[in-house]
């Protein structure tokens, strides 16, 4: 099949589901970032329940995995599929609790969940995110613009998490030269950050892939290849970051735009 058969043949097979209302395309595909070699990400949005035994009896070989198989959470599970040769990924999406949770974000409250994967963790209204950002093949689910609240509350959240980050790989690893954890600790605060600054902007996220070149935090490869088994050496880079951190969200909050922006 080619791309576009291969999309139909994947969105009807899905829509046919029980309890299915909705299919979308998402991931690089649906943005048209993608090369050659990128998976397919597509979303089954249900409401009541979703029986993962009726995607497996589709045939399609990989994993189905159950309902809360990849931790519970806002990001309740799916299947890692070969359909047509193509690597598929498949994620089951609560249609009524997306909604909640544009609810709460647009009331300006969310969490943050740990996933597999993700150095920060997942915000609760990445569900909202997606279906802002992919392409609804089936069905009909709303979307939403990001939510004035939202920009309001969550930039705060994330700054405080990096800034906790770093503060603690400061009095934790610096006297011990321990690079490996201290490194650790500044590509998780960067990931932080980074969604603070997204936040700011009223930027959607769905996942880390481009977050630090989305926030203009690529700068943090240089602090990170500078980093040697030296308390001088490790202050510094936690000093350098801290100063590139505070000047990405700095940029991206509403009053240091400029008029217009």
Request: aromatic content about 8%; cysteine-free.
């Amino acid at each position: 099949m080619d791309d576009s058969a291969f999309v139909d043949h994947v969105a009807d097979q899905l829509a046919a589901l029980p309890n299915v209302v909705a299919v979308s395309l998402g991931g690089s595909r649906a943005a048209s970032t993608h090369t050659a070699t990128s998976d397919w990400d597509f979303a089954v949005y249900y409401r009541g329940s979703f029986d993962p035994d009726a995607l497996r009896a589709v045939g399609w070989r990989g994993t189905v995995f159950e309902i809360g198989g990849w931790g519970g959470g806002v990001f309740n599970g799916g299947a890692w599929l070969e359909i047509d040769g193509r690597r598929t990924d498949i994620h089951y999406r609560d249609a009524d609790a997306v909604a909640h949770e544009f609810a709460e974000a647009r009331a300006g409250r969310f969490r943050i969940e740990p996933l597999l994967f993700h150095l920060a963790g997942i915000p609760s209204y990445l569900v909202v995110a997606e279906l802002a950002v992919n392409r609804v093949l089936r069905g009909d689910v709303p979307r939403h613009e990001y939510p004035p609240r939202l920009r309001e509350t969550a930039p705060p959240v994330w700054r405080e998490r990096a800034e906790l980050t770093l503060t603690y790989a400061r009095n934790a690893y610096v006297d011990g030269a321990k690079v490996t954890e201290l490194a650790g600790a500044l590509a998780t605060s960067a990931a932080m950050t980074a969604h603070g600054v997204l936040a700011a902007r009223g930027e959607w996220v769905t996942n880390e892939k481009r977050l630090l070149e989305r926030a203009g935090l690529r700068g943090l490869d240089a602090i990170m290849s500078s980093l040697r088994a030296d308390p001088a050496a490790l202050t510094d880079a936690l000093d350098r970051a801290s100063e590139l951190f505070a000047a990405a969200l700095a940029d991206a909050l509403p009053t240091n735009r400029p008029s217009g922006a």
